[in-house]
């Protein structure tokens, strides 16, 4: 069974500072895809960034960046130089041809950028 | 990146009466679509996988009869809620992918369903 844990249901960051969204995963397919998703108050999901289980080297999209750690099957969030725009909740998912290709998402993190 | 339509954003109906939502994909052909299903604060919770061409697959607890899934082409499927009551309010979003694990899911606007 896939499952997707995200211990973190709300943080506090100061604009312009880093931090670390946490993510960890459970799986039994070799090949994987993991994604990380915004969705502001709006609703909206907004694609951020995407890591393959056959990646070598770390997802980096603009000030997102994915710290892939495979042996701790752990897919966590840096954000750099927050901003104001960032708060908002972030989904980690996980999608492998064993689920059918379905997305399973984690509980999801909200996150608050404070001035 | 592949963009996905969903339509309408926000309804109000009467209990009772049926609500369509409708899911679009506008620049690719998705042989299969996601219905989610999202209280306030909470997670996705998927509902059905729909199918082009075929049954949807329901997830266990969703009542398919409750829940009208069809995807009549390669680039629509649509979700209606039958005789909906004040428990089905909720956000609604639907999300279509290309086939591979390694492509992003696209997710159209969702649907704030309010019944009175």
């Known amino acids: 069974a896939q499952k997707i844990t995200q211990t973190q249901p709300g943080m506090f960051v100061q604009e312009k500072e880093a931090v670390t969204l946490d993510c960890t995963y459970d799986?039994?397919?070799?090949?994987?895809?993991l994604f990380w998703y915004k969705q502001p108050s709006s609703g909206e999901m907004i694609f951020l960034i995407y890591q393959g289980s056959y990646d070598e080297q770390n997802a980096t999209e603009g000030r997102y960046s994915l710290n892939f750690q495979k042996a701790r099957k752990s897919a966590n969030l840096v954000i750099s130089a927050s901003q104001l725009g960032d708060s908002a909740m972030y989904f980690c998912a996980m999608r492998g041809p064993n689920t059918g290709n379905q997305f399973y998402f984690g509980t999801g993190t909200s996150l608050t950028v404070i001035p | 990146g592949a963009v996905v339509s969903q339509h309408p954003s926000r309804v109000i109906c009467k209990s009772g009466t049926s609500v369509k939502i409708e899911c679009r994909s506008l620049d690719f052909q998705a042989t299969t679509m996601f219905w989610y299903r999202q209280f306030p604060k909470q997670s996705l919770m998927l509902m059905a996988t729909s199918n082009e061409g075929s049954k949807a697959t329901y997830e266990q607890g969703v009542e398919k009869d409750k829940f009208l899934i069809n995807h009549a082409s390669l680039t629509l499927s649509t979700l209606t809620v039958t005789s909906a009551h004040p428990e089905d309010s909720s956000f609604y979003i639907c999300s279509a992918t290309k086939t591979g694990s390694h492509s992003e899911a696209f997710f159209g606007q969702g649907t704030r369903l309010t019944v009175v």
């Open positions: 799986t039994s397919d070799q090949s994987y895809g």
